[in-house]
Each structure stands twice: as structure tokens, then as C-alpha cells.
């Protein structure tokens, strides 16, 4: 029951990174700077990728014990995006997020990242045994 849980939420998390994605794609292609959502930078943020973040995190930690390949895979994949989606943000700054410190945008988005790649890693190889 764990593990469906976890693959749920992370199901949820790539869902949402997906959006979040296109969302962005399509303001960075108008004149407007609007997506398809009506949302701004700040909500958007915090709306879809908070979420992103912590979903694939918490569904490790609640199947712990549960071996799960497919669990691990997705718990990667979503970190990618993370770090995909944060390429591209940092490339192409907002005029909004112009005077934030990309330094700190940057740690805040990769170690999230960094971390779900490590716990997906980590999942993929007790999952082997």
C-alpha cells in the first residue's frame, strides 16, 4: 500500500513538473509572458515546483522498506527535470527575478535535484538486492 501511495504522489510530482514546464515554455514564447496559466513567477513556483520538490522525497521516505525499480526511476526522472528546468530558468531570467541572487535560485533549485537523484539511485540499487 506504501509503495502505490509513493508511486502516486511521485506520479503527481512529474505531473506537475510537466505542467510547470509548459507553463513556462509557453510564456517564454509571447509577448505577454504569460502561460497558459494565470500565473506569475512567485505563484507558479510555488503552486507547481514546491510540490515537485517534495513529493518524490516523501514518497522514498514512506516506501522505505518496499523494493521498487520503477519507484527509483521515477524519483530520477523527476529530479532531471528539476535540474533541466533550472537550466533553462537560469539562462533566461525574468525581468522579475532580475534583481535575485542567481547563485542562491540556483542552490535552491539543484540541491532538491541532486537529492531526489541520490534517493532515486538509492532506491534503484536496494531494490536490486
Known amino acids: 500500500m506504501a509503495l502505490q501511495a509513493a508511486l502516486i504522489i511521485t506520479g ?3 505531473v506537475l513538473l510537466i505542467v510547470y514546464g509548459a507553463d513556462v515554455s509557453v510564456s517564454m514564447g509571447n509577448e505577454a509572458k ?6 506569475n513567477d512567485m505563484q507558479r513556483g510555488i503552486g507547481l515546483g514546491a510540490p515537485a520538490l517534495i513529493l518524490p522525497i516523501i514518497g ?3 516506501s522505505l522498506k518496499e523494493p521498487s525499480k520503477g519507484l527509483g526511476v521515477m524519483i530520477i526522472i523527476a529530479g532531471i527535470f528539476i535540474i ?3 537550466i533553462a530558468v537560469i539562462s533566461n531570467p525574468s525581468p522579475e527575478s532580475a534583481d535575485r541572487d ?3 535560485s540556483a542552490i ?3 540541491a532538491p535535484a541532486i ?3 541520490a534517493l532515486g539511485a538509492i ?3 536496494k531494490s536490486s538486492r
Open 115 to 117: 537529492i531526489q537523484l
Open 123 to 125: 532506491k534503484i540499487k
Open 34 to 39: 504569460e502561460g497558459f496559466l494565470p500565473l
Open 102 to 104: 542567481p547563485i542562491g
Open 108 to 110: 535552491m533549485l539543484f
Open 12 to 14: 503527481i510530482a512529474i
Open 84 to 86: 533541466v528546468g533550472g
Open 60 to 62: 522514498f521516505f514512506i
